[in-house]
């Protein structure tokens, strides 16, 4: 197959996409601030036939030129109806953060369907996963050793560009696509890590939107560094998951306060399952039942099921392309907040993470496990974190005091049982934009609508970007 030319059959399209008024209008007159290559056939992961793949180089750091740049590669599936011209463009973002958008490019395609006939779908990577150069460090991706050991030999390898990583920078490099395709307004898509990343662009780049659609949302601004929501929607959530189910009777939030008094009293950590909990979200209502049914198994004396249930072998994290461990890890340290000062050496952080532990005020929030429990003996609170490098004077975070956010109409999905990322900070997330309005999906779990695209919230979603979309003209 022949390399097809950025203003050739893709370009036609692209050029004509947006509705984007004056703003839009005067971005697509100016040429493109950055050199872009030929669109060329995508080599590696899911490629469907008329998916095309290009790059752009960015700077590390936009105003410290001297750090170098790096590729940041995208894919375009043009619109279908080629006999007609492109009405538009959808830019879709993963999560993770450190999974590659255009992994999930066919997921795209069935969610948003026949949006896609007459619109381009345009996948960045974010910087350090899948086509932009994606972060390896080889011990953490390949399991070798546990994230706190080997995630600052990661740090050394990255040395200044560590803070590089982060949501802003990522915010940013989706506006030069945008741009270097010569690009107006756009909808833009993001689910879980996704929509934090999506929320950043809609903050520093909100006059470049017509739609933004957010599927399992957490807040930029006013988040916890407890996420004392990830515990409460989870009980709650165990149980409605019992509740509603034929095979589960009886109280199932009371057997969970029974296993956590049942595990201390034997001297049992019950940090093993705190993970399990906060994981669960992903994968409702039976990873709830399952946590149910496994603390009643041990309480009578099958450890078995328990043993199955928190097993955290280290069995590596598959192909670098689809997703990078290590970039998570460095996005997570540098723009999610914690327990700490990140401008504190190690030393003073971890006494500030033992006083937090100490004088926390809404313990009931966490019941029925304790501070101590959750902030020390699980994994829930990014306490790899404790070793990574202190903020660079470069850094900027995913919102800015001074950014205001898009007035385009918003939509953010969540599920009714997750509680990796709960209806309430979807709530938090929507009382941020002036036009956005919520739908939570009754008995979903984490990403309701993207790996499903006959759910309700993926029609929900479609509904609205047909309704925004088609009166945007």
């Not at 036609?12 to 509705?19: D, K, P």
């Not at 279908?80 to 009405?87: E, G, L, Q």
């Not at 429990?373 to 202190?390: D, G, I, K």
Request: glycine fraction near 10%; proline fraction near 8%.
């Amino acid at each position: 197959m022949a390399v097809v030319a950025l203003s050739a059959a893709v370009a036609v399209g692209l050029a004509a996409c947006g509705g984007g008024g004056d703003q839009g209008s005067q971005e697509q007159r100016r040429p493109p601030s950055l050199t872009i290559g030929d669109l060329h056939r995508c080599k590696s992961g899911p490629t469907p036939k008329s998916m095309r793949c290009g790059e752009i180089w960015v700077p590390f750091e936009r105003q410290a030129p001297s750090l170098g740049k790096t590729r940041i590669g995208f894919a375009v599936v043009p619109h279908s109806d080629r006999d007609r011209p492109s009405r538009g463009a959808i830019f879709a973002v993963e999560g993770g953060p450190g999974y590659a958008s255009s992994w999930t490019v066919r997921s795209y395609v069935k969610l948003f369907g026949s949006l896609l006939d007459r619109r381009d779908l345009v996948l960045v990577d974010m910087r350090g996963t899948g086509r932009s150069r994606p972060l390896d460090c080889p011990d953490l991706q390949n399991g070798r050793a546990p994230d706190w050991i080997a995630l600052p030999a990661c740090a050394e390898k990255l040395g200044p560009r560590f803070s590089s990583y982060r949501t802003s920078a990522a915010a940013d490099d989706i506006d030069d696509v945008r741009r270097a395709l010569g690009l107006g307004r756009i909808t833009l898509y993001g689910d879980s890590y996704g929509t934090f990343l999506a929320q950043s662009y809609a903050f520093r780049h909100p006059d470049t939107l017509n739609a933004l659609v957010l599927d399992s949302a957490y807040p930029v601004k006013g988040e916890s560094a407890w996420y004392p929501s990830l515990i409460s929607t989870g009980v709650r959530s165990l149980a409605i998951a019992c509740r509603r189910s034929p095979a589960c009777s009886g109280n199932a939030r009371r057997r969970l306060r029974r296993l956590v008094v049942w595990l201390r009293a034997r001297h049992r950590g019950v940090g093993a399952l705190v993970d399990a909990l906060a994981a669960a979200g992903n994968s409702p209502p039976d990873a709830y039942l399952r946590i149910d049914r496994a603390g009643a198994a041990l309480r009578h004396g099958d450890a078995t099921p328990w043993k199955v249930l928190i097993a955290q072998a280290k069995l590596g994290y598959g192909h670098l392309r689809h997703f990078s461990l290590a970039q998570e890890d460095i996005v997570s340290c540098n723009d999610y907040p914690l327990l700490w000062s990140k401008d504190a050496l190690e030393a003073e952080r971890r006494a500030q993470l033992e006083r937090k532990v100490r004088t926390y005020r809404n313990a009931g929030a966490l019941a029925p496990f304790k501070p101590r429990e959750v902030a020390l003996s699980s994994e829930t609170l990014y306490q790899y974190c404790l070793p990574a490098p202190r903020p660079s004077s470069l850094y900027e975070p995913p919102a800015g005091p001074g950014e205001h956010p898009t007035e385009a109409p918003v939509l953010v999905v969540s599920g009714e049982l997750d509680n990796v990322t709960s209806p309430y900070e979807g709530r938090l997330v929507a009382d941020e934009f002036p036009n956005s309005r919520r739908y939570v999906a009754r008995g979903a779990g984490h990403v309701a609508d993207l790996y499903d695209a006959g759910s309700p919230p993926a029609v929900r979603t479609r509904r609205f970007l047909r309704h925004v979309l088609n009166r945007g003209g």
